[in-house]
């Protein structure tokens, strides 16, 4: 196994030069850039990357191709990759954009043999999505990392986080922030990231080190904290996500067109302060199931091989997300394994890590059984020995999973 | 006093006291109206906010009432003031101070570093990485403004860029130097950004 990958690599690195022979497409499709590279020495495989989570419409340059588009373009797989059409939660629209993608190439390449999916953070909901309903063509292997795979749960999580900063800090001067479950009062509202930022400090003194917070800063931070289970690091990121992303998604008439998709009624609380000052909001059923198609993974993969990565301590998209798709994908087709980290991060992963992950999909996609955490582990730790990929490794096989109702409570 | 108050002497000298207060030329060290002055060296020592912070988290040596004129030391005060005000709370005065201290020393890499910083607790991508960028392009041996941009690049999904900035990092401190704060900030061990 390690013999396969080490030659792999050796003749990647070599082959670098050359695979710097390459065509390049770049373009604009109904609303959305493309950008497409394909070696001289093409496999026939195309392979697709789908970015996060942006907040701004990406304009002047081509997509980029992803953290491991170099050593994939040395390898012989072409690289594909789409703006999206929409901006922050753009699944609503990505299953076309995929479309659109693959229709370009087939146009300015032809049609690949087959096709791997790969996607970061709201990447991996968007593949997720795509390997059950784009219908690309022979889709054989997916390669999400900090994915939202549990997928429009994920704004159940939100809401709370929404809700429960008014609950603990509406009330503090200069820290109120309009909107409660509408994220803002409008999808245009005019309030910047650094205002929100600075909301935030006001009530719990977030951007300072901690020996420069006042006693009712902390308090309040270390309920903030307690009450959403958020690393201290992330909860500006969090804040973000719950103020613009909702408000994005609530107000966007593609998206949910005005209407409340994630309700909290009934919910328990644990802290009994924030379960009872909490504002209790309906959620609409229409809206709802429309962001839940948009989208809640079914499972429905047919042969699709996945190897998914996560950090343990991701502070945006929770490690829970992992357990959410496992429960709905059947374990002979899905591989997942968990880096331990020290500190919070979001898709903290390193070079080695990510580089044992793709060689592990392809690996078993050429054959090889399928793989564990602690075989992509072991490989993981091959690379860094061979000085192939920058470690350290630290994949944990025996890392347990928590479930997602410990965080975000069911509804 | 009512022959006094006819005294022309007493009204020219009056006005001229009037005119050199209002018009003395003011040297960098003082502070712009309206704002704190800087405490010197003995007021840091006894435990002030006010330290000022190079790049690599640890705080500057220099005494901070230079006397010289220059905008470098203007960029040097008005930093001071711009992190005064930030652990202070007052964010909107920091972001504005720092703008300042950048403007009048835009080859400074301290504001820049310690501005794009704040932006990347703040979230704010987009305006943190060409700050640490430009820190980074004044003093590539600074291991620090190597892992400032690692943090954000990392944080604003640019992975490839991150590993890139870690990798040089590790080139002048050894790989294993580096590690994560508790914010998850890469950082030289035994290094911190929040040095008080």
């Known amino acids: ?411 | 006093m009512k022959r006094l108050l006819q005294n022309k002497w007493f009204w020219l000298i009056g006005l001229v006291i009037i005119l050199l207060t209002v018009f003395w030329p003011r040297t960098a060290g003082d502070p712009p109206p309206g704002q704190r002055l800087a405490p010197n060296s003995s007021e840091r020592s006894a435990g002030s906010e006010m330290a000022e912070f190079a790049p690599d988290g640890t705080e500057f040596e220099t005494p901070i009432d230079v006397p010289a004129q220059t905008h470098e030391n203007d960029s040097t005060l008005l930093n001071e003031q711009a992190m005064n005000a930030w652990y202070g709370g007052d964010l909107r005065t920091a972001m504005a101070l720092f703008e300042q201290a950048i403007a009048a020393g835009p080859d400074n890499p301290v504001p820049h570093t310690n501005f794009g910083r704040l932006l990347t607790l703040m979230v704010v991508f987009d305006r943190a990485i060409p700050l640490l960028e430009h820190s980074r392009d004044l003093q590539p041996e600074n291991v620090q403004a190597w892992l400032d941009l690692a943090t954000a690049y990392e944080r604003a999904q640019l992975f490839s860029k991150s590993w890139e900035a870690q990798a040089e990092a590790g080139k002048l401190v050894g790989a294993s130097s580096i590690t994560r704060d508790a914010r998850g900030r890469f950082v030289v061990t035994g290094t911190t950004l929040d040095a008080l």
């Open chain 1, 1 to 411: 196994m390690y013999k396969r990958i080490f030659l792999g690599l050796l003749a990647s690195f070599l082959a670098v030069p050359a695979a710097l022979a390459s065509s390049s497409f770049t373009g604009e499709e109904d609303g959305a850039f493309y950008n497409i590279v394909v070696p001289d020495t093409w496999n026939g495989t195309l392979v697709i990357w789908n970015h996060g989570y942006s907040f701004n419409p990406m304009l002047a340059d081509p997509p980029d191709l992803g953290p491991l588009a170099g050593l994939q373009l040395a390898q012989g797989y072409a690289v594909a990759a789409s703006s999206y059409s929409e901006t922050q939660w753009a699944v609503f629209k990505t299953t076309q954009d995929l479309q659109h993608l693959v229709n370009i190439f087939k146009e300015k390449v032809g049609k690949p043999d087959s096709i791997i999916i790969t996607g970061a953070s709201l990447g991996g909901i968007v593949t997720a999505d795509a390997l059950e309903n784009s219908n690309l063509g022979n889709v054989v292997g997916a390669f999400p990392f900090c994915g939202a795979v549990a997928g429009s749960r994920v704004w159940d999580g939100a809401l709370d986080i929404r809700l429960t900063y008014d609950a603990i800090c509406g009330s503090v001067p200069g820290a109120a922030i309009p909107g409660g479950a509408t994220g803002l009062p409008s999808q245009f509202y005019p309030l910047t990231g650094e205002g929100m930022a600075i909301a935030l400090h006001a009530c719990t003194g977030i951007l300072a080190p901690a020996a420069f917070r006042t006693p009712d800063q902390q308090l309040l931070l270390d309920k903030l904290l307690a009450s959403t289970q958020l690393p201290e690091n992330f909860i500006v990121t969090d804040l973000g996500f719950a103020v613009f992303g909702i408000a994005d998604l609530i107000y966007d008439k593609g998206k949910l067109h005005g209407k409340q998709g994630m309700g909290n009624e009934g919910v328990e609380y644990d802290d009994p302060d924030v379960n009872a000052d909490i504002e209790r909001v309906s959620v609409n059923p229409g809206a709802a199931r429309r962001l839940a198609n948009n989208y809640r993974p079914t499972g429905d993969v047919g042969d699709v091989k996945i190897v998914s990565l996560h950090t343990s301590k991701d502070g945006l998209i929770i490690v829970e997300n992992e357990k959410e798709y496992q429960d709905v994908v059947n374990a002979e087709n899905l591989t997942v394994a968990i880096v331990a980290e020290a500190a919070p991060s979001h898709c903290g992963f390193t070079a080695a890590e990510l580089t044992a992950g793709w060689e592990s999909l392809t690996g078993w996609l050429a054959g090889a059984p399928q793989p564990s955490a602690a075989s992509i582990q072991g490989t993981c730790q091959f690379l860094e020995g061979a000085g192939l990929a920058p470690g350290p490794c630290r994949i944990d096989p025996a890392f347990v999973i928590p479930d997602m109702d410990g965080r975000i409570k069911p509804r």
